[in-house]
């Protein structure tokens, strides 16, 4: 038992986030992050705290872009992520033993505004900051008019790959999202959705 312990250890270092500072993220034992996908991105100054954390016996890979101060992603035990961008300005929460694909896309605002009054200056401001700030477009981006609403993942969700997860959906327990889905609404446990927008093709449970 010590000698799995310590090998754990030994390949958890290895698969982790490198040499990130270890305020930026916490994981759990048996947790392998792949360093082939794995990548902490903070177009925001950065605080002395935790943006990820991730629980016991987990294989991730994945990008994390946080893109304001108060960002955060929790992740659960015994999930599995094949490959997913995390684009977060509010709250990504992963429940336990979620299974997610490859090419998933999850993201907790709009960016900009509907409204074309209300986004006319983005793109003078953006290039404004790409040049002053080293190729950081949003340094001084105005959000006000930006939506932005945290993503709730309940346990033992099944994601299929290319799906894209929008701002404010809860997708219930059990639940299953089809390949290529665009989930704008939120998602009733033990259902199977699919489509963009994605809707309800079934139950998996009899009860429901």
Wanted: charged content about 20%; overall charge positive.
């Amino acid at each position: 038992m010590k000698f799995l312990l310590k090998l754990i250890r030994k390949i958890q270092y290895k698969y982790t986030f490198g040499r990130l500072p270890d305020y930026l993220y916490t994981i759990g034992t048996g947790t392998f992050m792949q360093p082939q996908g794995i990548k902490l991105f903070f177009r925001t100054s950065k605080e002395q705290r935790c943006y990820v954390t991730v629980g016991e016996n987990c294989i991730i890979n994945a990008d994390f872009i946080f893109e304001s101060e108060r960002g955060e992603v929790q992740i659960g035990n015994n999930v599995q992520i094949g490959s997913a961008n995390f684009i977060c300005r509010n709250g990504i929460t992963i429940g336990n033993d979620v299974t997610m694909a490859w090419g998933i896309t999850i993201y907790d605002h709009d960016s900009h505004s509907v409204n074309w009054e209300e986004r006319q200056n983005d793109n003078t401001q953006c290039y404004k900051d790409f040049i002053e700030h080293t190729g950081n477009m949003i340094v001084n981006k105005d959000w006000s008019k930006v939506k932005s609403r945290p993503i709730s993942i309940q346990d033992k969700v099944w994601i299929g790959f290319d799906a894209t997860i929008l701002k404010g959906v809860t997708i219930g327990e059990g639940a299953v999202v089809g390949a290529k889905s665009v989930v704008t609404k939120d998602v009733p446990p033990w259902s199977v959705v699919a489509g963009n927008p994605a809707k309800v093709v079934k139950y998996t449970r009899d009860n429901i």
